[in-house]
């Protein structure tokens, strides 16, 4: 089959998807190692057995549901492009707000930690745009630290700690001037756990108990321990939990407290300060 053909059989096997025509296409690239714009301009371009074989083994693997970015092992975040495995979570464009909203608020030579890391999304973004500035990568899991470094690695970033650990009970009091942070937020029975890609993600990375908000409470109690006079804490949740957690930080002592809306217009982050 030629690309064109290629294309077809794409859209045609991957009907049922949300994107059949960005999916053949990002599979195709995949396989062909080539931008869409080759894909456009040599559509007759004949297909090796070997390249044929591979593609459609990709399509059939996308249609019972694998996500894009775990047949390519690859997902561009920021600026970056990322490894992405079976052991971490994909990057979404809603956690890029997390990210801008943080850069606002960095200054130079700060000491910042990113909790749950996974790839490294959030900590190589922060760490590539602000060269002066230490930020600490950590995740509980030994398999997602390693993809986070070698995500590190290479895009050549070098201002990045990685630490094995359980959120920050092992950083010292008052040693940091900023924590931020994707954590688990799902309810460990919601129904979205069986659909779409998220079926395929590690759950240790999606689900925090009955409500989904055990892991921000320890999060928002240790930040308060470990950040300096104030320090920021800024926590990407689910749509409807912001009214809970601005709850949370309030009763922790944060003080400029708020919350943040993604480009869908859903309550996204919340973030807040320790008083001076």
């Known amino acids: 089959m030629n690309i064109e053909e290629a294309l077809q059989y794409g859209r045609a096997t ?20 080539c931008s869409s714009v080759y894909l456009h301009t040599w559509p007759d371009k004949t297909l090796s057995g070997s390249q044929q074989t591979q593609y459609e083994q990709l399509i059939l693997q996308r249609q019972q549901g694998k996500p894009v970015a775990y047949l390519t092992g690859q997902r561009g975040f920021w600026s970056l492009d990322l490894k992405v495995t079976e052991d971490t979570l994909i990057p979404r464009p809603d956690t ?27 900590a190589l973004s922060l760490a590539t745009e602000n060269p002066t500035i230490t930020v600490l990568a950590m995740d509980y899991s030994a398999p997602a630290l390693r993809v986070a470094k070698q995500n590190a690695r290479d895009n050549k970033v070098n201002n990045v700690l ?17 924590v931020v ?3 688990p937020y799902i309810e460990e029975n919601d129904p979205h756990l069986s659909q779409g890609d998220v079926r395929f993600e590690p759950v240790s990375a999606l689900t925090s108990g009955a409500d989904g908000l055990d892991d921000i409470r320890q999060i928002i109690l240790q930040a308060k321990r470990c950040l300096k006079p104030n320090g920021c804490l800024l926590i990407e949740h689910g749509y409807h939990q912001a009214k809970q957690i601005l709850r949370l930080f309030e009763l922790a002592g944060f003080v400029n407290v708020h919350s943040e809306q993604d480009f869908g217009g859903n309550d996204r982050v919340v973030m807040g300060q320790l008083p001076l």
Not at 162 to 178: E, K, T
């Open 162 to 178: 990685f630490w094995q650990g359980s959120w920050l009970s092992a950083i010292r009091d008052n040693s940091l001037d900023m």
């Open 96 to 122: 890029e707000l997390l990210v801008s909203l943080a850069m606002a608020e960095i200054q130079l030579n700060m000491r910042v930690a990113d909790l749950g890391t996974g790839s490294g999304a959030i």
């Open 181 to 183: 942070s994707n954590p």
């Open 14 to 33: 991957l009907l049922d998807s949300e994107s059949p025509e960005i999916d053949s296409q990002v599979l195709l690239c995949h396989v062909l190692l």
